[in-house]
């Protein structure tokens, strides 16, 4: 009674987007790189710390766990589905008795009335001529394999969610780093500039000027050290226990690089997506409960038998002739029942809904690898664009400082000088950690490699 499956078209293009922000797509075919979808995490990711982290948090992060569990009793719902096809058998023993007044009785004395029992037998087990539980098992079936993809998809969102807090605690580790010694040396200054002030040599001006950059400096190390520790405490919900110390980065330089990797010319590998597998096989679950809302049109024929033994006394139940056996098929025809049409209705409508969800599912999967794509397209360019800035402020600040040094410029050189190098030294830290989190971005995007637990 099911209708025929056939998936719906993807509404997306077949290629990835082209034009200046993708330059990959001249390399998308290189052999020579692998596909995320050939690559488990094990092998893409290549800092021991960082895989090591990743382990533990797979096995005690909570909402990995829950994930874990819903498929378990999707298992089991599909197992009661499933058990339906099959009769029940039940075994019974019964005892009964009445009192029979002398009024009623053949004999006109009262008596009291007895019977034992013992049966074997099926109730009212539904022979499924229509395929109204079939359907209903392919349902269970469905949302079964639906939820194994979700928590496929929990783990690969794990891993890059961990892989991501890892390598932002780094940089934040560095840029702290930058801040702390930018304060030694803003302090230096202050030291050497309040000197010169207190014999005469300067004006108070440049001696506050000195001042705002020691304590804009501080501020920044107040700044870090706590998104430090917001850092680890993030990494360390995601892994469900204290990260130890010793695994935790220095800076992004100590970290190693997760391996680079290609997405290929076709945009058909976002079909394996665990979400949009998930969306899909919830899209067949809603295509199976329309044969189970067509089969409530057709008669359900259900069968009650038993065999066993019965006697007037207990000590006589496994005597020759005691034998009882009762044989009783049943038809059920619906006639008028208006709530078998709404339901019809209902199931089609919801199936209509799946649809849209799952194309959903594939446009948002192809605007997230896009937006990965393009990034990954510009990054190398503004992470060598900002270097070459951060070299040129370098020596704007020194020439700047030598000018203040022989009287040939005030201060305030010196001060706009400092200000932007420690600005573009802190956004080149932030463009490397982009840099590099844009190949986890791009996996997990993709939808990872196939997933070996070990």
């Not at 005690?60 to 099959?86: F, H, K, P, Q, T």
């Not at 008795?97 to 004999?107: A, C, V």
């Not at 065999?307 to 059920?332: Q, R, Y």
């Not at 990054?379 to 009287?407: F, P, W």
């Amino acid at each position: 009674m099911a209708p025929h499956y056939s998936r719906p078209d993807a509404p997306v293009p077949a290629q990835w987007p082209q034009g200046s922000a993708y330059i990959h797509i001249e390399n998308a075919a290189d052999e020579s790189l692998p596909q995320a979808s050939k690559l488990p995490w094990r092998e893409f990711i290549t800092d021991p710390n960082l895989k090591e982290i990743i382990e533990t948090a797979l096995k005690n992060n909570r909402d990995l766990r829950v994930a874990a569990l819903n498929v378990e009793m999707a298992r089991a719902l599909y197992g009661i589905e499933r058990a339906s096809l099959l009769p029940s058998v039940n075994a019974a023993g019964s005892l009964y008795k009445e009192k029979i007044p002398g009024d009623l009785s053949s004999t006109g004395s009262a008596y009291t009335a007895e019977k034992y029992g013992v049966n074997l037998g099926i109730t009212s087990w539904e022979i499924d001529f229509f395929g109204r539980i079939r359907s209903l098992k392919d349902q269970a079936l469905e949302e079964y394999l639906a939820t194994e993809q979700a928590f496929s998809g929990a783990r690969l969102m794990l891993v890059s969610s961990v892989a991501q807090v890892y390598l932002a605690l780094a940089a934040d580790k560095e840029a702290l780093q930058l801040v702390s010694k930018t304060l030694e040396i803003q302090e230096d200054t202050y030291r050497l500039i309040k000197k010169r002030f207190d014999v005469g040599m300067i004006s108070d001006l440049d001696l506050k000027r000195a001042q705002t950059q020691v304590e804009t400096a501080r501020g920044d190390v107040a700044r870090y050290t706590q998104q430090l520790a917001q850092d680890e405490n993030a990494l360390n919900l995601l892994v469900g226990s204290p990260v130890r110390q010793e695994l935790l980065p220095q800076n992004l330089t100590s970290v190693s690089t997760p391996k680079n990797i290609a997405a290929g010319l076709s945009s058909e590998i976002l079909l394996q997506r665990p979400d949009v597998l998930a969306a899909e096989h919830r899209l067949k679950a809603a295509n199976a409960n329309i044969g189970a809302a067509r089969a409530a049109f057709f008669p359900r024929i259900s069968l009650t038998t038993a065999f066993g033994t019965a006697s007037a006394d207990l000590s006589g139940l496994f005597k020759s002739g005691s034998k009882t056996w009762t044989f009783a098929p049943a038809v059920v025809m619906p006639v008028f029942d208006a709530r078998t049409w709404y339901a019809y209705d209902a199931t089609k409508v919801e199936k209509e809904i799946s649809i849209a969800q799952y194309e959903k599912a594939i446009q948002t999967a192809f605007r997230e690898v896009s937006d990965a794509l393009a990034e990954k397209g510009m990054i190398n360019q503004r992470v060598a664009a900002h270097q070459a800035l951060v070299d040129a402020l370098q020596e704007t600040h020194r020439l700047a400082q030598l000018r203040y040094e022989k009287g040939l410029d005030s201060y305030l050189s010196v001060l706009d000088a400092q200000r932007s190098l420690r600005i573009a030294q802190q956004v080149l830290i932030m463009l490397r950690f982009v840099q590099v989190n844009n190949l986890i971005t791009l996996y997990k995007t993709l939808g990872g490699g196939e997933d070996k637990p070990e």
